[in-house]
């Protein structure tokens, strides 16, 4: 068992030139793979300062990934430092009906006006054809 860090610790390592990851419970200084992973660097940044094992794991990693992490394991994380996941609920946003906003206005004008007005061209040049 390796050294054991809180997530704040963890946090500090978060651009490219020292980049550690919280995966299932372990931490992994994955500086040196930044530039070979398949999927960018910026994939791996994203995911510093939290646990990052659900980003992990809904990709889908091969079983030759998952074993070439041993050589990036620096420690363990203390769990009491991770936060529990909390639901996301959106904020709360007036209802509104949007046929009676000044927006819904101009857009309706904005398709009728051109139609108007083609249809005056046509008339007219039906008229003066016809002449």
């Known amino acids: 068992m390796g050294k054991v860090f ?19 419970g372990k931490v992994y200084d994955v500086t040196k793979f930044l530039e070979d992973h398949p999927g960018g660097d910026e994939v791996l940044l994203s995911s510093t300062g939290k646990d990052a094992s659900n980003d992990f794991d809904d990709i889908g990693h091969s079983t ?3 074993a070439m992490m041993d050589e990036f394991y620096v420690g363990d994380i203390d769990s009491a430092t991770i936060p529990s996941n909390v639901k996301y609920t959106p904020p709360k946003q007036p209802h509104y009906n949007q046929d009676k906003t000044p927006q819904f206005v101009i857009k309706l004008l904005q398709f009728l006006l051109p139609l108007l ?12 054809k016809s002449s």
């Open 6 to 24: 809180t997530l704040a610790e963890v946090s500090s390592h978060n651009h490219r030139k020292d980049c550690w990851l919280v995966i299932h």
């Open 64 to 66: 030759s990934a998952v």
């Open 117 to 128: 007005i083609l249809g005056l061209a046509v008339g007219i040049r039906f008229y003066t």
